[in-house]
Nanobody
Framework: VQLQASGGGLVQPGGSLRLSCAAS????????MGWYRQSPGKQREFVAG???????NYTDSAKGRFTISRDNAENILYLQMNSLKPEDTGVYYC??????????WGRGTQVTVSS
């Protein structure tokens, strides 16, 4: 299984980006999906998650600004990021879990928020 993350880039504070994570396997039966961020000098941290029931959860800093969604037909996980701040800078990784023993990570896409 391959997860290809894309959509990162350099954006000014207040700008928007939409990250995509294309899966080589159907995500329809995935039990959970998420986005994580690793900022310089820090450990990878949870940003947003989506479970099979449709429930979504976000880290406090992402609430109200980020939206996680999925396209089952295209097998793509998205993260819409608005009102970006410099502290959102980092490498963003997608994660998809088909079962407790079937967990995959994408390679990551760099997001830099700077003026």
């Amino acid at each position: 299984v391959q997860l290809q993350a894309s959509g990162g880039g350099l954006v000014q504070p207040g700008g928007s980006l939409r990250l995509s994570c294309a899966a080589s396997r159907s995500i329809f039966r995935a039990i959970g999906m998420g986005w994580y961020r690793q900022s310089p000098g820090k450990q990878r941290e949870f940003v947003a998650g989506l479970v099979s029931s449709g429930g979504r959860n976000y880290t406090d800093s992402a609430k109200g600004r980020f939206t996680i969604s999925r396209d089952n037909a295209e097998n793509i996980l998205y993260l819409q990021m608005n009102s970006l701040k410099p502290e959102d800078t980092g490498v963003y990784y997608c994660n998809v879990r088909w079962s407790k023993s079937s967990v995959f990570w994408g390679r990551g896409t760099q997001v830099t928020v700077s003026s």
